[in-house]
C-alpha cells in the first residue's frame, strides 16, 4: 500500500510563500492520480490541485485562476509538490497528500483512502 508523508509547512507571514512535498513511498509514475488536499480550522477538507500520471493537472474552481498554487512533481525522487505564492491568511489550513485517480470530465480526480498526516500552514496578517 502507498504510503505518504507531507512536510514543509510553518508559519509564515501574509504575502510570503511555501514549498510544501509529498513524499510518496513507491513510483508516482506508476500511481494514477495523487491530489493535495486542506482542511481550515472549522471546514471541510477541500482539494486544491491534482496531477494525473501523464502530469496533467487540475486545479479546484477555489484556487483556479489566483496563480497563487503550483503543484508539480519529482518523478525521481517520488516527491509532489505543491508552491503557494503571495499566502493569505485564509490559506491557513492543514494540507493533505492524498492518493486517488482520475475520471472523465473536468473535475477528473477522485479520492483513495491513503492519506498523509498533513501539514500545518498557517498565515499571520
Known amino acids: 500500500q502507498v504510503q505518504v508523508k507531507e512536510s514543509g509547512g510553518g508559519l509564515v507571514q501574509a504575502g510570503g510563500s511555501l514549498r510544501l512535498s509529498c513524499a510518496v513511498s513507491?513510483?508516482?509514475?506508476?500511481?494514477?492520480?495523487m491530489g493535495w488536499y486542506r482542511q481550515a480550522p472549522g471546514k471541510q477538507r477541500e482539494l486544491v490541485a491534482a496531477m494525473n500520471s501523464f502530469g496533467r493537472i487540475m486545479y479546484a474552481d477555489s484556487v483556479k485562476g489566483t496563480g497563487r498554487f503550483t503543484m508539480s512533481r519529482d518523478n525521481a525522487t517520488n516527491t509532489l509538490y505543491l508552491q503557494v505564492d503571495s499566502l493569505k491568511p485564509e490559506d491557513t489550513a492543514v494540507y493533505y497528500c492524498n492518493q486517488g485517480w482520475s475520471r472523465g470530465g473536468s473535475n477528473w480526480y477522485v479520492p483513495g483512502s491513503t492519506w498523509g498526516q498533513g501539514t500545518q500552514v498557517t498565515v499571520s496578517s
Open positions: 513507491r513510483s508516482i509514475l506508476h500511481i494514477n492520480a
